[in-house]
Nanobody, 121 residues
Framework: QVQLVESGGGVVQAGGSLRLFCEAS????????MGWYRQAPGKQRELVAA???????NYADSVKGRFTISRDKVKNTVNLQMNSLKPEDTAVYYC???????????????WGQGTQVTVSS
């Protein structure tokens, strides 16, 4: 009923930039928060950045000043602009949305399938 589809991952050299894109579709009534998590091999999934419906943002300390999250509330999309990338940013990046659907009561979290970001040194 709800799908989150990411795109924009790839391979980039250290110091380079990538932009991730995620679109939520389906029987969506409202989206409260959207964000990006990442998971590197052998590590736990961690929050990278999130943005509320009011535009408030929060970032992991490791990406502050380098990454910028933005969203389009009309199109139900969220972007992550990643600059000055480092090898330690290498991970699978997942889009997430806390939303209310037209079919199921209450707010639920949905996840995308993930997109690989690889930063070479």
């Amino acid at each position: 009923q709800v799908q989150l589809v990411e795109s924009g991952g790839g391979v980039v050299q250290a110091g380079g930039s990538l932009r991730l894109f995620c679109e939520a579709s389906g029987s969506i009534f409202s989206i409260n928060r959207m964000g990006w998590y990442r998971q590197a091999p052998g590590k736990q999934r961690e929050l990278v950045a999130a943005i509320t419906s009011g535009g408030n943002t929060n970032y992991a300390d490791s990406v502050k000043g380098r990454f910028t999250i933005s969203r389009d509330k009309v199109k139900n999309t969220v972007n992550l602009q990643m600059n000055s990338l480092k090898p330690e940013d290498t991970a699978v990046y997942y889009c997430t949305a806390a939303l209310v659907t037209e079919l199921v009561p209450g707010e639920h979290n949905y996840w995308g399938q993930g997109t690989q970001v690889t930063v070479s040194s």
